[in-house]
């Protein structure tokens, strides 16, 4: 029985020892990447078995208010924070994020794997590789096929200038009462990120000063917006609102411009109804942007940087991972060998067959990298404030633009 008692004390030691070695880390993420950690974790535990992975999940707006406060206070962080584009510039600034390039994590000599643009977005000036890209939004014209035959249009009609984009508009209003857009600033949006100099950012110049009103670009987006609502061709209803739901359902507006996932939120939740009426093309007159993407990082007080090191890795470098990222979630890989399966040249149902994933990963190669700075979501704020100014009480395009500029000089030097 001594025996007996010494093997029982053995197994206890073992197994408590056993315990201790079981690990956790934390991902602090939004839907639905929240989704693609945790499938990702079935492969992934294979070599991992004693690490234990939280996923901890936030609606969008939360959980980047919440890693905000998380930079700002340092607690509560996670070992991995998920980042979406937009929130880049605050976070990357911040100086609370690893520099991942470098030693001990030699993410530089993998980078090159990476869609280019995508890498340059996770990179700040002051604070080197802070953030690596996990999806990508290449930018999309999507539109109701229905509506284009019915007034006798081409694809090409949509595409080939700003021009026949409104003209087209006018026909189909006039021919089924749709509006073209939703809303004249999806347009002004555009027509912003057409021709930014390398190294600038969309608001701002590589010296950080205000490009508002000193850019043909914002002149023009605000111009092409006006000729928009005073020819009523905007439903002048906001994206995600329920309105917005309403009218992709009921096709009362023909053309949305998104990131190539909007195909995706159409098919399983927006509109599954118009199955085989909309198609994807490209945006007017061409223009390669992006819209959106995501992000990992590593917060500097996070506690397992290594095992957070190795998931980001499995998350961003493997290509079976990254290919059912797409397949199931419809996030665009930002891994390029991910990019060559046979997947990007099946047709897509949804879209009437259209082999429309070709296209995306064309315009994703085209993109050029465009600087993210602190304050361009304020800068983003005031000129779309500025711009309902033109749109609804006739401010002059030169004082809404001059306004902008001044407003966010002021702000961004605080």
């Not at 027509?191 to 600038?200: D, K, L, V």
Request: hydrophobic share 40%; aromatic share 8%; with cysteine.
């Amino acid at each position: 029985s001594m025996k007996k008692t010494v093997i029982s004390l053995l197994c206890a030691l073992v197994s408590s020892f056993a315990m201790a070695q079981k690990t956790s880390i934390t991902v602090a993420a939004f839907p639905a990447v929240d989704d693609i950690v945790k499938a990702s974790l079935q492969e992934w535990q294979k070599k991992n078995p004693n690490v234990e992975v939280k996923v901890v999940s936030r609606e969008y707006a939360d959980h980047h208010t919440a890693m905000t406060t998380a930079l700002a206070t340092s607690t509560g962080l996670p070992d991995i924070m998920t980042i979406e584009y937009g929130y880049l510039g605050r976070f990357a600034q911040s100086g609370g994020l690893e520099d991942l390039a470098g030693a001990p994590y030699q993410m530089g000599q993998h980078v090159s794997k990476l869609v280019p643009y995508a890498v340059t977005q996770g990179r700040s000036n002051t604070h080197g590789q802070v953030a690596i890209p996990t999806d990508i939004g290449p930018g999309a014209m999507f539109y109701r096929h229905d509506l284009l035959s019915k007034s006798k249009l081409k694809e090409s009609d949509l595409t080939q200038s700003w021009e026949s984009f409104l003209q087209s508009g006018q026909k189909i209003k006039k021919d089924s009462g749709a509006y073209l857009v939703a809303h004249a600033r999806d347009v002004k949006d555009i027509a912003i990120r057409t021709g930014i100099p390398s190294g600038h950012g969309v608001y701002f110049d590589d010296q950080g000063k205000s490009v508002i009103d000193t850019s043909p670009r914002f002149r023009r987006g605000f111009e092409i917006a006006q000729q928009i609502r005073t020819q009523g061709l905007d439903a002048k209803i906001n994206a995600w609102s329920n309105e917005w739901g309403e009218s992709l359902k009921r096709g009362t507006v023909t053309v949305q411009m998104m990131g190539a996932w909007l195909g995706g939120h159409l098919q399983n939740w927006l509109a599954p109804n118009t199955a085989g009426l909309w198609r994807s093309t490209v945006l007017p007159e061409g223009v390669a942007t992006s819209w959106g993407g995501t992000f990992y990082a590593i917060p500097k007080k996070a506690v397992n940087k290594e095992l957070a090191l190795d998931l980001i890795k499995h998350l961003t470098l493997n290509s079976k991972q990254q290919q059912m990222a797409f397949e199931k979630f419809n996030a665009f890989p930002a891994l390029i060998e991910a990019q060559n399966e046979d997947f990007f040249n099946q047709p897509v149902a949804f879209l009437g067959g259209q082999k429309a994933r070709v296209e995306w990963k064309k315009t994703a190669s085209q993109i050029k990298p465009t600087m993210v700075f602190k304050n361009d979501s304020l800068a983003e704020e005031i000129v779309n404030a500025e711009l309902d100014l033109v749109l609804t009480k006739n401010k002059p395009i030169d004082q809404a633009l001059k306004d902008a500029h001044r407003l966010v000089q002021r702000r961004a030097s605080r």
